[in-house]
């Protein structure tokens, strides 16, 4: 396994981590207000350059998954080919229904942040109306999206279990994460309904959907390369 990949594959993942808690947790935790379209529209057209930073973030993401599907392709192919393969294409859909959603955001900042469409015809309550229906899209497509991603999580997990070096919370953390986004996800596209028994869910999956890709990614970032540098002292 090349120190480079594993490197690469790390920094994507830890970068991407950082990325999604700006864009997600703080850009549209503190600028999106559910059920409040009027405050909603207000704090977006208030900070026009906060949301296209956050739009950025989304777009570096992308670019993250990208990498991060090649690395753990190269780093995994040894276990298995063809789950490792399979694995990578999961991600490689997922980001491609990222960026459908990702769209959404960009139309909320054209309808928030050029003058020239909030005065062509619309009214207020129109303009804000659309806002919220795009950033409902943005959910629903990405939340789609995620079933995906937890199936990539699975076969990584699956390889990493199957892997000697990789450790073997590391692994379990994945499985769980990735079993994690399926259930939750699928649960939220099908029975969206049932928003206090999907809360809990999240809360019970919390840890390993944070922590599993984290994990690997400072894995591959720190142990890898540290391994090889003692191997090639030795020898």
Known sequence: MSAAVARTGGISLIVMAVAAALSYGYV??????????????????????????????WVLIMACDVAAAWALYLVLKPVHPGLSLLGAWLR???TAVLGVAVSSLIVVSLLTGNREVALSGFTRGELQAEVMLNLHAFEAVWSAGLILFGGHLLIIGVLALWSENIPKPVSVLLLLAGFGYIVVHLCGTLVPGYGEFLQIIKWVF??????????????????????????????
């Open 92 to 94: 490689l859909a997922y």
């Open 206 to 235: 919390m840890l390993p959907m944070t922590a599993g890709e984290l994990g690997l990614g400072i894995w591959l970032l720190f142990k890898v390369p540290a391994a090889r540098v003692r191997a090639q002292a030795a020898s």
């Open 28 to 57: 549209q935790g503190n600028l999106v207000v559910d059920g409040d379209a009027a405050g909603t529209f207000a704090n977006l057209q208030a900070s026009p350059s906060l949301f296209r930073a956050g739009i950025l973030g």
